[in-house]
């Protein structure tokens, strides 16, 4: 294992300890370590595709957007088409996101910007969908979401779901020719493509999983919050890209990966948790996850193999 | 006399490769010492610390008799220590004027303000002087890999006249990698005028030009001292020896292992014509040939290879590769034909740098290697290992990370990137460049072995004597258009022969 | 060997190439064009001195945000430390909260305020080498932290008439704050051409490492790139307050994004090393002109961001110089 | 002396001032008990997903021996917080937002849910904004976020009032996502749009607030009348000065307190969950509607003077049963 993995595997298990070691009762509950696993597994989720995005150096900002756009249709669909919905929401989400893919190497546009203009459409077509209005989910539709929702202990569906996915994305980044060419093109695009690698086609499914893995986590969303709501993406965005970054992953592109984003994940859903568990009063909440955040990443980017920051 | 510049007992580990060990020179007044050595033996490392860019372990640097710490490049600059790096220096997205002063702004600056006129009047004086014709205003990026080289050299003999200290030193690691004669004999002839002010160290694995230029040499091997050489005792045969520490062959290019190439036409080219670049160029090229494409830089010759390997497209005419005609759009396309490219460039070009060598040499086979959908890690392992063995690249596994190669050793990771593709053709621009005697000589003898197994090869050379050495046959470029072809199977032609079509 | 010359000098481009030439130029005028066909009140002098009074607060942080770019980097705490800084404003001139009465003076302290988060920005990047990116995120959360700590989340109402003529004051025909605007514009615009540090921040967009080796205090042209952008956002908070008639932590809500959206308009690179002050004040316009059309034409709320997506890709596409920008990110 | 238990209030963010009064109401009311050490506000900054988890964290940390007053983020998230809620056997009040079919009456631990009527709110405000401009002219309005609940029933309310004034013509609106400078910059760009603009309807007072100011640089306050919700200090100081003309109190301090105090006296036995009656489940509590006419009164014992509030009146401000 790398440094840098080792590095932000530490903050995990010190902000464990800390939380533990305050309030053990509380926080080593199974009801809490539930919790946290719900909330981890949202974010871990959603992290995925955006992990391969920033190893190839770009970023995608449409992926609140897409939250938004994914909880709409997918309620719609399960409200009146049953399990398709699952179908529709996830190859949905494939699609636009190779829309950003392409958007980003066909016409070449800097993915911040691409990804930054499709996020206002994303949102756009989300207030659109709904009628600008948060959509229920039908009762009659709620047995629909069993796979997410069925209970072992405080494991959920959707936290065996956010396992099982890390196993593949964990299989793909390393052992797969894909896995390679991002790592390859995040560190010398050119060098990549004069090797004959085709860039384009691994830059574009890179995208096309971030749009995948947002479908997935919109997915989750609603077997948690029951609803489809056009405006709960706009939170995400920034959290999402810094659970990525928070575990290691160099938004310069190249270094870091899908355990990296694990770590990231459990750093984020640690703070957030930990913060009312040990009872921080709201008002010191937001400065000491500026902090943490802050703290975490000097932790754990490992900068032997990146010679600048910016 | 007072040596200007003593670095005494230098040692610098980096992990797990002892880069240099008790290193000693000096440098004299009015005095151009080189440096030579294999790749990694150190050169440049130890240049580096002058540089200020790495700290040394162990060991003390003198400047005109005064023991100096050198912490950071700022301070080398302060004390009049240039550099031209290995790799290049210049910033594409800039001018060339902006270049030429980057960091030493201040000299031109009038009441807070740079006060503009002055500095491209400056800048124009120091182009002319290096024999640059170009106007300061030029952005890098449009200047070809040579331009560029130049402007950085142009910027530290300004910078080094700048200086307020008695001969300041600068220098200059294999400057002339990418230059051709003429500008070489126009910058030695600068050297030496300047010398009377400045101390040069001089890198270079171009030995000729080292014994042509150098007052002094020393030999570093294997980040020892391996003996200095007054100008008197110099010659080439003295260097090569002290440092490979062998004696070579006396056969340089091997050419007695040169074979007559096969029948069959695994490439052609019909009347190809790039407008500004190359006009109705045609040839056919054998399974098993060596064939050398020479001119000068602007004949068009690096853009026909451009075009062969998928980078740019031509206007007119036809490829026609294993006797069907083709299009070439990337090099993804021109791989899957066959294909293969070795740059001159490696560090942008050649390598992806901050990954481990057996993914560089694996990569563009990766997808071969996969069994269900994962990669077969061992196989990358065991692939990689074995063309580490036959190139004999220096490096304790196949998990190092390119980026800690020396520059020869990176080239030859290159080399076996391609070797192990196994495509039909391969161009190579300046296989040798940039790499040792020793290694060189290994190049060569790769370069046989992979003909005697059918490879067809496209090779610019360093020198005309590469050329000759090497190749079956020899396409000479001008202006655009083929000037000469001659046949070096049979019998090999004197440079005085082609340079008669080159110019 | 040919000879490279240089591309037209300036003084021999006529007006009307340099226009062609520059994209986002061209850009802004046929939004302009358009809308002025499509409504009759676009163009006219009332809604020039509206757009520029509306655009006066986005074209301050989007030169600080232009040279962040510029340099490679980036900074989302836009927000935070104006929304602080504007409390701090609000706190210190005559208010209801206390009985401070700074006058101007607060404007300059803003600055000061500002300045210090900024420098806090650069030196976290610098020293700590983390991604501007998570620093500028972190400060942001701090500074918003900060600012709904001391108000407890109720603004601060001023009640200071003198301080709030820096907003709503005009001189002639146009609107204080953009005069203020133009005139930071113009010391900005000189930093960045006229000095060292102006070609050192474009260096240090091209590559960062070549700029290092060459000796250049990369660590302090950075902190010092935040901290031109830290007192840039103080004095916007200090006009929001005046703006608003009150401080509010809440109120730059959108600002960082919008000034990203106008430096990219303009046609800065997001990847560094390209671009100029004057592309900042394009794009600024470029958004303001864009969104005042749009209310003017009764474009529907809903598909207004779309639209406004739309538009940014469609810009982007035409204006980003490719030729300089050899690998896209 | 009771055991104390955590009081939980959820809202979105303290950086708003109704939001923030609110914190305060619970802030006094846990003082009353001499808990203070057990009050825990927490906001989800506009996330839903951290809402619920805030709360779930809680439940954690006080093992169950919790109540809570919650502002659902969305109308749509209060099901998936009371089926968590209900499962952990922790007391509960919500406010304001919530979907139609899902029934208070059907959970054991969710005691009420308690809303102000926002379409009223929408409604009040606008006819009042109408009359004060005599029944006609043009009207300019700011809705809030796209999608967001609140937005939506007030808008509902405003055109209610709309289509009983034919004489009233809406010549354009906009969005503002509740902020300040957007309001500033919406209603500074229709006013060049038509500058016949005689009243701007706001769905809540900061928005107004924005809108005032543009008017103020235009200078036009004091001429285009204004009115917003929720009666931030700043909005009764502009109804105060003429410049606005209504908003709605709903009373921030009051919810702060009671949507714990209910239900804690629930948790204690001192009400009954199954004896309470529909229209005691769900229930629209009063609101003021502040106009020129009351806005002295209003000061007067709302700014200046501090109502007394009687944390154990559990129905003072009961009105009627949503579904009646
Ligand atoms: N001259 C160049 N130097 C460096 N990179 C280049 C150059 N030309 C193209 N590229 C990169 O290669 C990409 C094109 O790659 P490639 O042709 O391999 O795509 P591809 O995967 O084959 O796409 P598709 O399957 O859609 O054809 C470009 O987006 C660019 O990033
Ligand atoms: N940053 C580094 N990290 C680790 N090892 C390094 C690093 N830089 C150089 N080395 C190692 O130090 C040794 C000396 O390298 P150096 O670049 O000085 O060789 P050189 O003499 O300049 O060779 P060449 O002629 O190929 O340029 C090599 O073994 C190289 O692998
Ligand atoms: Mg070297
Ligand atoms: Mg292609």
């Excluded at chain 3, 401080?247 to 997001?270: K, N, Q, Y």
């Excluded at chain 3, 004057?278 to 003017?296: F, S």
Aim: include cysteine.
């Amino acid at each position: 294992m790398d440094k840098g993995k080792l590095l932000a595997l530490s903050v995990v298990a010190v902000l464990f300890a800390v939380l533990a070691f305050s309030s053990p009762q509380a926080f080593l509950s199974s009801y809490n370590v539930g919790t946290l696993l719900d909330y981890a597994a949202t974010y871990f989720i959603a992290a995925i595709g955006l992990t391969f995005v920033i190893m190839i150096g770009s970023i995608d900002l449409s992926i609140g957007g897409m939250l938004s756009l994914f909880t709409v249709v997918f309620v719609l669909t399960l409200n009146s088409l049953g399990f398709w919905a699952y179908l529709i929401t996830i190859g949905l989400g494939f699609l636009l996101g190779m829309a950003n893919g392409l958007i980003f190497t066909k016409l070449k546009i800097p993915s911040f910007i691409g990804t930054f203009g499709a996020s206002g459409v994303f949102a756009s077509l989300a207030l659109i969908v709904s009628g600008g209005r948060p959509i229920g989910l039908h009762p009659q539709a709620l047995s629909l979401l069993k796979p997410l929702t069925f209970e072992l202990g405080p494991i959920k569906g959707s936290h065996l779901l956010a396992f099982l996915l890390f196993g593949i994305f964990f299989l793909i980044q390393n052992s797969t020719p894909f896995g390679k060419y991002v790592a390859a093109v995040g560190n010398s695009e050119r060098a990549t493509w004069l090797s004959g690698v085709r860039v384009d086609r691994t830059k574009i499914f890179c995208f096309a999983l971030s749009g995948l893995s947002a479908a997935l986590a919109s997915i989750v969303l609603v077997s948690r919050m029951l609803s489809g709501d056009p405006t709960i993406g706009t939170p995400y965005q920034l959290q999402v890209i810094a659970a990525v970054v928070v575990g290691g992953t160099a938004l310069t592109g190249g270094v870091g990966g899908i355990f990296n984003t694990l770590l990231g994940t459990l750093i984020i859903t640690l703070v957030g948790n930990g913060l009312y568990v040990v009872g921080i009063d709201v008002y010191y909440q937001m400065i000491i996850t500026g902090i943490i955040t802050m703290v975490a990443v000097i932790l754990t980017l490992d900068r032997t193999k990146i010679k600048v920051v910016k | 006399m007072e040596p200007v510049l003593k670095m005494e007992n230098i040692s610098k580990a980096f992990p797990g490769v002892r880069a240099l060990e008790k290193v000693s020179i000096e440098v004299f007044p009015n005095e151009i010492v080189g440096l030579v050595g294999e790749n990694g033996a150190g050169k440049s490392t130890l240049m580096k610390i002058l540089a200020g860019v790495y700290r040394a372990d162990k060991g003390e640097i003198f400047l005109r008799g005064k023991k100096v710490e050198i912490k950071n490049p700022h301070d080398a600059r302060a004390l009049g220590i240039g550099m031209v790096f290995q790799e290049q220096a210049v910033l594409p997205n800039m001018r060339v004027y902006e270049n030429l002063f980057l960091g030493r702004e201040k000299i031109f600056a009038r009441r807070g303000a740079l006060d503009q006129k002055l500095m491209m009047q400056e800048a124009t004086k120091i182009l002319e002087e290096v024999g640059l014709e170009l106007s300061p205003q030029v952005y890098v990026h449009e200047l070809n890999f040579m331009e560029r080289q130049m402007v950085e050299i142009a910027r530290n003999i300004w910078l080094a006249r700048q200086a307020q200290v008695d001969y300041p030193t600068i220098v200059l690691d294999e400057p002339t990698t990418v230059l051709e004669e003429e500008e070489i004999e126009k910058l030695f002839n600068k050297l030496r005028e300047l010398k009377k002010r400045v101390s040069f160290i001089y890198i270079s694995h171009r030995l000729k030009e080292v014994v042509e230029l150098c007052d002094r040499v020393y030999v570093l091997k294997d980040g020892h001292n391996a003996g200095c050489f007054s100008r008197e005792e110099l010659s080439e045969e003295l260097l090569r020896s002290r440092m490979v520490g062998r004696e070579l062959h006396e056969e340089y290019y091997l050419a007695s292992r040169q074979r007559k190439p096969a029948e069959k036409v695994v490439l052609e080219l019909r009347n190809c014509t790039k407008k500004g670049a190359f006009y109705d160029i045609s040839f056919s090229l054998h399974q098993g040939e060596i064939l050398s494409l020479c001119g000068t830089v602007g004949s068009g010759k690096e853009e026909l290879c451009r075009v062969l390997y998928g980078e740019t497209k031509f206007d007119s005419g036809e490829i026609w590769i294993d006797g069907k005609r083709v299009s070439i759009n990337s090099p993804a396309q021109a791989f899957a034909l066959g294909v293969g490219y070795i740059s001159e460039d490696r560090r942008n070009e050649g390598l992806v740098l901050h990954l481990p060598i057996f993914e560089n040499i694996t990569l563009p086979i990766i997808h071969r290697l996969v069994r269900g959908f994962l990669v077969r890690r061992e196989e990358q392992f065991r692939l990689s290992q074995e063309m580490m063995n036959k190139l004999q690249i220096k490096a304790l596994s196949p998990s190092v990370l390119c980026f800690n190669l020396s520059g020869g050793n990176q080239q030859k990771v290159v080399i076996a990137k391609w070797l192990l593709s196994q495509v039909k053709v391969l161009i190579m621009s300046h296989p040798t460049r940039g790499v040792d005697v020793g290694a060189k000589h290994e190049i060569y003898a790769l370069i046989r072995e992979m003909a005697e197994n059918g490879m067809a090869m496209i090779i610019m050379g360093d020198s005309f004597e590469e050329d000759i050495g090497l190749a079956n046959r020899i396409i000479v470029m001008k202006d655009g258009r083929v000037s000469g072809v001659l046949d070096a199977t049979e019998s090999k032609p004197a440079p005085s022969d082609l340079i008669q079509y080159v110019v | 060997m040919e000879t490279k010359t240089a591309v037209l000098s300036d003084k021999e481009k006529t007006w009307l190439s340099r226009i062609g030439a520059n994209p986002s130029l061209l850009a802004l005028i046929v939004l302009v064009i358009f809308f002025s066909f499509l409504n009759p009140r676009f163009f006219t002098l009332s809604n020039l001195f509206n757009i520029l009074d509306l655009a006066s607060l986005l074209i301050i942080t989007s030169l600080s945000l232009a040279f962040i770019l510029m340099m490679g980097s980036i900074d989302l705490s836009v927000e935070g430390v104006v929304g602080l800084c504007s409390v701090v404003a609000s706190l210190l001139v005559k208010n209801f909260s206390n009985s401070n009465d700074f006058g101007f003076l607060a404007l300059i302290i803003c600055g000061l305020v500002g300045a210090g988060f900024g420098f806090l920005n650069g030196f976290i990047l610098s020293r700590f080498k983390i991604p501007s990116f998570m620093v500028t995120l972190g400060i942001g959360y701090i500074t918003t932290g900060l600012g709904v700590l001391i108000t407890r989340g109720n603004p601060v109402v001023i009640t200071d008439w003198s301080f709030r003529l820096l907003s709503l004051g005009k001189v002639g025909f146009l609107p204080f704050p953009f005069i203020l605007a133009l005139g930071l514009f113009f010391i900005v615009w000189f930093i960045s051409e006229r000095t060292a540090f102006g070609r050192y921040v474009l260096a240090l967009g091209g590559d960062e490492t070549i700029v290092q080796d060459l000796g250049i205090p990369t660590s302090r042209i950075k902190t010092e790139a935040f901290l031109i952008g830290g007192i840039l956002y103080g004095i916007v908070g200090a006009l929001l307050t005046a703006r608003l008639g009150s401080g509010d932590i809440t109120a730059p809500l959108g600002f960082t994004f919008d000034s990203i959206g106008a430096c990219v308009l303009g046609g800065i690179a997001i990847t560094g090393g390209v671009g100029n002050i004057p592309r900042a004040i394009i794009g600024a316009l470029i958004l303001t002109v864009l969104r005042n059309g749009m209310v003017l034409m009764g474009v529907s709320p809903y598909v207004q961001q779309g639209i406004i997506g739309v538009i940014l890709i469609a810009t982007v596409a035409l204006t980003i110089d490719r030729k300089k920008i050899k690998i896209m990110k | 002396q009771e055991e104390p238990v955590y009081l939980g209030t959820a809202i979105r963010s303290l950086s708003n001032p109704y939001h923030a009064v609110w914190a305060e109401g619970a802030t006094a009311f846990a003082k009353s008990l001499g808990w203070e050490d057990y009050n825990v506000i927490q906001t989800c900054e506009g996330s839903s997903e951290k809402q619920l988890n805030d709360i779930k964290a809680l439940v954690a940390r006080s093992q169950g021996n919790a109540v809570f007053s919650i502002d659902p983020n969305q109308a749509t998230d209060t099901q998936a917080i009371a089926n968590e809620l209900e499962k952990s056997g922790v007391y509960f009040l919500t406010w304001w937002n919530k979907p139609d079919e899902v029934k208070v009456s059907d959970y054991k631990y969710w005691v009420c849910h308690v809303t102000f009527d926002n379409r009223a709110s929408g409604y009040n405000t606008a006819k009042i904004l109408f009359d004060s401009i005599g029944g006609s002219g043009k009207v300019f309005a700011l809705q809030g976020l796209l999608g967001n609940s609140s937005a939506i029933e007030r808008w509902e309310g405003f055109e209610r009032a709309l289509a009983e004034y034919p004489e009233i013509e809406l010549v354009g609106w906009q969005a503002a996502d509740w902020e300040k400078v957007k309001a500033y910059n919406q209603v500074s760009n229709a006013l060049v749009a038509d500058p016949d603009i005689k009243a701007i309807w706001c769905a809540n007072d900061a928005m107004a607030i924005g809108a005032l100011e543009a008017l103020r640089a235009r200078e036009l306050i004091g001429k285009v009348p204004v009115s917003g919700v929720d009666a931030i200090p700043e909005m009764i100081t502009a109804i105060k000065n003429g410049e606005a003309v209504a908003t709605v109190a709903s009373d921030a301090f009051w919810q702060g307190g009671m949507g714990l105090s209910i239900p804690l006296a629930a948790k204690q036995g001192k009400i009954k969950v199954e004896e309470l009656p529909e229209n005691k489940r769900e229930w629209i509590a009063d609101t003021i509607l502040i106009t020129q006419e009351n806005i002295d009164w209003y000061i007067e014992n709302y700014v200046e003077g501090a109502p007394e509030y009687d944390w154990n009146d559990y129905w003072g401000k009961w009105v009627r049963g949503i579904r009646e």
